[in-house]
């Protein structure tokens, strides 16, 4: 089993930037694809970024450009850099992490999540 840690959450004005972070303990597997995800209040959660184990990543449209998703895999961490940030990107944030390197559809295992909110 894994535990998912997130931190760095916050308030900020738009414009302003947030680094989070999360850390997985509990399991002595690889872990495979790191990705954060979030959910605004009354919408369904949606992907925003994720990360291969080799370090591939990818990122929704919305935050392209903004966002910067990055892997310690020594540490089993991930971190997710958010500048620029808009009203619309808030959301509660939640870490994932897969077994599978490859597998988006898996659900993997899940953090508490983590509460940004970016005021105008």
């Known amino acids: 089993q894994v535990q998912l840690v997130e931190s760095g959450g916050g308030l900020v004005q738009a414009g302003g930037s947030l680094r989070l972070s999360c850390a997985a303990s509990?399991?002595?597997?690889?872990?495979?694809?790191m990705a954060w995800y979030r959910q605004a209040p009354g919408k369904q959660r949606e992907l925003v970024a994720f990360?291969?184990?080799?370090?591939?990543?990818n990122y929704a449209d919305s935050v392209k450009g903004r966002y910067t998703i990055s892997r310690d895999n020594a540490k089993k961490s991930t971190y997710l850099q958010m500048n620029n940030l808009k009203p619309e990107d808030t959301a509660v944030y939640y870490c994932n992490a897969k077994d599978s390197d490859y597998d988006l559809n898996e659900n993997g295992y899940w953090g508490q999540g983590t509460q940004v909110t970016v005021s105008s």
């Open positions: 509990g399991s002595s597997l690889r872990i495979g694809v």
């Open positions: 990360i291969s184990r080799g370090g591939n990543k």
